[in-house]
């Protein structure tokens, strides 16, 4: 089988410019510098540990993601970050408190060399904030022309042959989209007339996609998931996606969830909360902010249950979520599901969850694969939303009229489908007649 599709190899360093230098993006770059210099592995990352399947079971066809597609090397990378506190990414980890300090002190040389870039920040967006690490322009044209110059200069500086940007950034408060978000047209000239929706972010992404740099959003904000934004990924050729890195507690709904679905099990509640202490956990203690994020975790049972399609068993659930700042618990997030079921002549039963996870420790690898795969997408000549990466995210981005699919099995059967298909090789089906013809 042959595609046609011509995929650039990976040739010259990769830049990953990083929206965000806290916990998630400081644990992101030294796990990379850690795996590069052999003291560490790089568990949870499809790109570097993962398998995939080739052909027919009988053929044992399963090489590694990374040597069936040419993905850029890790040692071709180099790193930048843009954040409204000043400390460079060792003293930022350090704070952070995720890696162990020994850990750090390693990498010390490598991180307090990565210093952030003046942000783009507005307290407006974030209110539990405040940084002196930020830049100023009358117009918020001004500012996403500042940041593209960042990135011209980061790519020259650094002799980078490719870029992408990603967002690792706090939660930003709830905006619905707005007659400004309607065409790119709308939206340029409401940066000039500094329209109140639009958000820091969608400057970076509007400056990442001006340059046709692929730009992925890893927080739940409306960033790139309105149509002025495809409208300028698909001018630019440039791969957008999000929204909302799927890491902890909703990583376990999409598990759950397509087990009860496929088992024909009925819900009649789903019960979540969340205590961490880290920044996200400070940002998400405002209510707007808050608003933002309930609306990506709400979003993913149904579309996984269908209620609609099986109203006898999903037509009348209640779903809560709750998140709750705990500073003593720091980046260690704790994420408590209480899940009341139904099952044959509607008997009740309960399914109680209690995830101690890592929320940067998860988010690390998400990163990592994001940037790749994004750079790959950009390398084969694919352009705005990437569907095939909602394996990533809570509330992945979709073409208009589609529902999102949330089902994390069905989201890693079309990403690897996606790979089999642009490198020319069988898409699987597990249909197996065949072997017992």
Sequence with gaps: MTTGVKIEQPAGKLGILLVGNGAVTTTFMAGVEAVRRGIGKPFGSLTQMGHIRLGKRTDHRSPLVKDFVPLANLDDIVFGTWDPIPDNSYEAAVKAGVLKKEICDQLKPFLSAIKPMRAVFDKNYVKKLDGTNVKEGRTKAE?????????????????????????????????????????????EAGMRANDPNIAPSMLYAYAALKLGVPFANGAPNLTVDFPAMQELANATNSP????????????????????????LLGLNGWFSTNILGNRDGEVLDDPESFKTKEE??????????????????????????????????????????????????????????????????????????????????????????????????????????????????????KLKNTLRYLMGEEQITHLGMEYYK
Excluded at 158 to 179: D, G, H, K, M, Y
Excluded at 243 to 249: E, I
Excluded at 332 to 337: F, R, S
Aim: include cysteine; charged fraction near 25%; charge should be positive.
């Design 240 to 263: 957008i996606c999000g929204k909302d890195f799927k890491t902890g507690q909703t990583l376990l709904k999409t598990i759950i969830a397509p087990g009860l679905r496929s088992r």
């Design 143 to 187: 500012l996403a022309d500042q940041i593209m110059e960042d990135i011209r200069r980061f790519k020259d500086t650094n002799r980078c042959s490719r870029l992408v940007v990603v967002w690792c950034a706090s939660t930003e408060i709830f905006l619905r989209q707005q007659p400004v978000h309607e065409s790119l047209a709308k939206f």
């Design 296 to 413: 990506s975790k709400l979003g993913v049972l149904e579309t996984i249950l269908q209620p609609d399609v099986n109203p006898e068993l999903y037509g009348n659930f209640c779903h809560k979520v709750r998140i709750n700042y705990y500073p003593p618990r720091g980046d260690n997030k704790e994420g408590w599901d209480n899940i009341d079921i139904f099952g044959w002549l509607g008997y009740p039963m309960q399914i109680k969850v209690d995830f101690l996870c890592r929320d940067s420790i998860l988010a690390a690898p998400l990163v990592l694969d994001l940037a790749l795969f994004s750079d790959f997408a950009k390398r084969a000549g694919l352009k705005g939303i990437q569907e095939w990466l909602s394996f990533y995210f809570k509330s992945p981005m979709v073409a208009p009229g589609l529902y999102a699919e949330n089902n994390l099995f069905i989201q890693e059967m």
